[in-house]
């Protein structure tokens, strides 16, 4: 059974840094994609982050936040700084085994979910 697990988020002020984590299980974790998505009440789920061969972030995080994987702790995890009240979210990992930078952001592409953590920043 396939389980990501997020933890880390929480509240902070404007300015602040937050690091989350996503633990994976159930899967050879060497041979996945991982990604981070975030989702906003009332928006859609937009792509934050992945990390395959290389990384890759959305233009609104760039130089801001830091995605990194740990393979032999099946963990991957978003550092956050400079953090904004508009990054507030619910922030998933998900897990893809056939990547292509053509199709990074696309979250259908994505074959595993976490449930999700709250990010919320203060203004």
């Known amino acids: 059974q396939v389980q990501l697990v997020e933890s880390g988020g929480g509240l902070v002020q404007a300015g602040g840094s937050l690091r989350l984590s996503c633990a994976v299980s159930?899967?050879?974790?060497?041979?996945?994609?991982m990604a981070w998505f975030r989702q906003a009440p009332g928006r859609e789920r937009e792509f934050v982050a992945a990390i395959r061969f290389g990384t890759y972030y959305a233009d609104s995080v760039k130089g801001r936040f830091t995605i990194s994987r740990d393979v032999a702790k099946n963990t991957v995890a978003l550092e956050m700084n400079s953090l904004k009240p508009e990054d507030t979210a619910v922030y998933s990992c998900?897990?893809?085994?056939?990547?292509?930078?053509?199709?990074?952001?696309?979250?259908?592409?994505?074959?595993?979910w976490g449930q999700g953590t709250q990010v919320t920043v203060s203004s």
């Open positions: 998900a897990a893809r085994l056939r990547f292509s930078p053509r199709t990074v952001a696309g979250r259908e592409n994505y074959e595993y």
């Open positions: 159930g899967l050879t974790f060497s041979n996945y994609a």
